[in-house]
């Protein structure tokens, strides 16, 4: 599968870098085919996050991801997923190749600005997670 799930997350939309962000992603050839602004519960966190359900960061990763709103993008791109993940950088900032989103804003390896799915990860429950089919579109 070619799509993939981006999050804009809480801190990024604070310090206002949604449009620095996805301008550097679409300019790397990422069509958008769905997004919103969604501001999760703490419950809702918890099951996008389950999969890190019992590490010593969940309890930290639900409450922030929950902390403010964000935004939910499902991109398009023939490398989907990989290609995504190589635009964002490396998860701790300090780690993320130059010129990265990560490497550009993230401040630290939990306030890392966005999400990107991992291509193991299983991206299309992810994109299910937020999205109806009916509320992203082929063009
Ligand atoms: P990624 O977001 O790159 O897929 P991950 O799946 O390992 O990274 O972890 C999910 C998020 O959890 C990550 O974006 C930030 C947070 N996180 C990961 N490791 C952490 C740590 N050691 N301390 C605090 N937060 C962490
Ligand atoms: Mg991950």
């Known amino acids: 599968m070619n799509r993939t799930l981006l999050i804009i997350k809480p801190d990024a939309v604070k310090r206002n870098l949604i449009g620095n962000i996805l301008k550097q992603i679409l300019d790397a050839g990422f069509k958008m085919l769905g997004m919103k602004m969604v501001w999760l519960t703490r419950e809702q966190g918890g099951k996008f996050y ?44 300090k780690n993320a190749a130059q010129g990265t989103v990560r490497n550009l804003y993230g401040t630290s390896v939990g306030e890392n600005v966005v999400h990107a799915s991992a291509p193991d990860e299983d991206p299309e429950r992810e994109i299910k997670f937020f999205f109806d089919e009916k509320e992203m579109f082929e063009y």
Do not use: M, Q
């Open 50 to 93: 389950e999969i890190h359900k019992g590490k010593d960061f969940y309890d930290w990763l639900t409450n922030f991801i929950s902390s403010g709103p964000i935004v939910v993008c499902c991109l398009k791109h023939p490398e989907g997923p990989k290609k995504l993940r190589e635009v964002v950088g490396a998860t701790d900032p």
